[in-house]
């Protein structure tokens, strides 16, 4: 049920039904609908300051649990992106690196060569030359020498990138059986500028497999939060 269809059924919405249409229209950006659906809230009874706590708790719970979520995954995600862009830069770096060193070595061989060929009155450059492929040889140095660092920093990129599709697993799973809303809408209406950072955390960490019970955990811990939450109104 989108706003233009609501009528005059404002008033009869269910808190739960009214959530979810405020996360709805606070992701698309829509003000006005956002600012309707919460002036029709209904007045909780006892009282009358103050909307209706189911509709309200819930804008609560579901702001404050995702401010905590984006948290944990801006800071695993910042930390997985500059470890995956700087083994792209220290692999271009090595390799010219390598190169360089190379030619250098190819060069100062040719040069002492020559030398020695013309010392025994040999005329011109010395005949056998076999400088090689710079860029393989420098390739094949860098595999040579890497590994130990390069295992340590794949080992924590990839316990990173395990931590960022677990999380957002729980948080969508979470999302979408306590909210009732998929986890991009929510993250839309709460926090937009985290989203496309986010999208390129899960780039990153694409085809890793989440923990079944770090899964589980987080899962639990994001159901039961919810749940205190609504239990306090």
């Known amino acids: ?91 271009l770096l090595v390799r010219s690196l390598v190169t360089e060193f190379d030619r250098g070595y190819l060069m100062g061989w040719e040069a002492g060569c020559d030398h020695a060929w013309q010392s025994v009155g040999m005329s011109g450059p010395f005949p056998c030359r076999d400088n090689g492929d710079l860029g393989e040889n420098a390739d094949e140095n860098q595999n040579a020498e890497d590994d130990g660092d390069y295992d340590e920093w794949e080992e924590l990129a990839e316990a990173l990138a395990t931590e960022v599709r677990t999380l957002w697993e729980a948080f969508s799973r979470f ?30 960490a694409d085809g890793v497999r989440v923990d079944a019970d770090v899964l589980e955990d987080y899962e639990r811990t994001l159901t039961n939060a919810w749940r205190e939450f609504l239990r306090e109104a």
């Open 175 to 204: 999302c979408r059986v306590e909210m009732g809303a998929e986890p991009e809408t929510v993250l839309l209406a709460w926090f937009p500028p985290v989203v496309d950072w986010i999208e390129g955390a899960l780039s990153a």
């Open 1 to 91: 049920m989108r706003g233009k269809g609501l009528g005059g059924v404002y008033d009869r919405l269910t808190p739960e039904e009214r959530f979810q249409l405020v996360l709805e229209a606070a992701a698309r950006r829509d003000e006005t609908e956002v600012e309707r659906l919460a002036s029709t809230c209904q007045r909780y009874r006892y009282t009358l300051a103050g909307y209706d706590f189911a509709f309200t708790d819930r804008l609560r719970a579901s702001r404050q649990i995702t401010f905590n979520v984006c948290l944990r995954l801006t800071q695993a995600s910042a930390k997985l992106m500059v470890i995956r862009t700087s083994q792209e830069y220290l692999a």
